[in-house]
């Protein structure tokens, strides 16, 4: 099966948003990441800092899940919290983009489970906590004596969000179709490793 879209999971300060970038740059196709949360923002008319305060809440239950897959009707989704709605109103919108446009590049928010069925390429960035930390404190302005504490955190909302919403494992690499380490590659390399493996993959199908 072609996998046209391609989805990035990345653990903090690993340079993952910015390897996406790079890649959909290189491939000539639209990179969405940020941009999801603030459609969901304008469509259910609430602002993208409470949407985001939301999506970084640990959910309730693997209901998201069987939402999706079920005929539910608005009172049942009406009733759940917002927390537990974010999820819900993502993976339409990212559905729709994926109806419209055949090739993107999506960071984050489960892509590769919402996905899965449009045969999807999904890549893992993760790097050592050191490399992390340091790239937190010198590119992301984080305070040098937090950084540990936020980079952690971040990452366990991550897993937590990915883990509950799709009953896999964030950082199991079986369920990838490619692993970097961006620390040994660097930006630049692990895009043009994305991109090469992207196409030749491609060439199978084509």
């Given at each position: 099966?072609?996998?046209?879209?391609?989805?990035?999971?990345?653990?903090?300060?690993?340079?993952?948003?910015?390897i996406g970038k790079l890649t959909a740059e290189k491939l000539g196709i639209n990179?969405?990441?940020?941009?999801?949360?603030?459609?969901?923002?304008?469509?259910?008319?609430?602002?993208?800092?409470?949407?985001?305060?939301?999506?970084?809440?640990v959910p309730t239950s693997f209901l998201y899940s069987l939402l999706m897959t079920?005929?539910?009707?608005?009172?049942?989704?009406?009733?759940?919290?917002?927390?537990?709605?974010?999820?819900?109103?993502?993976?339409?919108?990212?559905?729709?983009?994926?109806?419209?446009?055949?090739?993107?590049?999506?960071v984050g928010r489960c892509g590769n489970y919402i996905l899965d069925e449009k045969?999807?390429?999904?890549?893992?960035?993760?790097?050592?906590?050191?490399?992390?930390?340091?790239?937190?404190?010198?590119?992301?302005?984080?305070?040098?004596?937090?950084?540990?504490?936020?980079?952690?955190?971040?990452?366990?909302?991550?897993?937590?969000?990915?883990?509950?919403?799709?009953?896999?494992?964030?950082?199991?690499?079986?369920?990838?179709?490619?692993?970097?380490?961006?620390?040994?590659?660097?930006?630049?390399?692990?895009?043009?490793?994305?991109?090469?493996?992207?196409?030749?993959?491609?060439?199978?199908?084509?």
């Open positions: 099966m072609k996998k046209s879209i391609i989805t990035i999971e990345r653990q903090y300060g690993s340079g993952g948003s910015i990179y969405y990441n940020r941009k999801i949360l603030d459609m969901t923002a304008e469509r259910c008319g609430i602002s993208a800092e409470n949407l985001e305060s939301a999506e970084e809440s079920a005929n539910t009707t608005h009172s049942t989704e009406d009733s759940l919290p917002l927390s537990d709605k974010v999820f819900l109103m993502e993976s339409r919108i990212i559905t729709e983009i994926s109806e419209r446009e055949e090739s993107f590049v999506l045969g999807c390429f999904s890549v893992y960035i993760y790097a050592p906590e050191e490399y992390r930390i340091k790239r937190a404190v010198e590119e992301y302005g984080v305070n040098e004596k937090k950084a540990e504490s936020i980079m952690k955190k971040a990452d366990k909302r991550r897993e937590t969000f990915f883990n509950v919403n799709t009953g896999k494992s964030w950082q199991d690499k079986d369920i990838y179709s490619l692993c970097l380490n961006s620390s040994e590659l660097g930006d630049e390399l692990c895009a043009e490793i994305i991109v090469k493996a992207y196409n030749e993959y491609n060439k199978r199908f084509s």
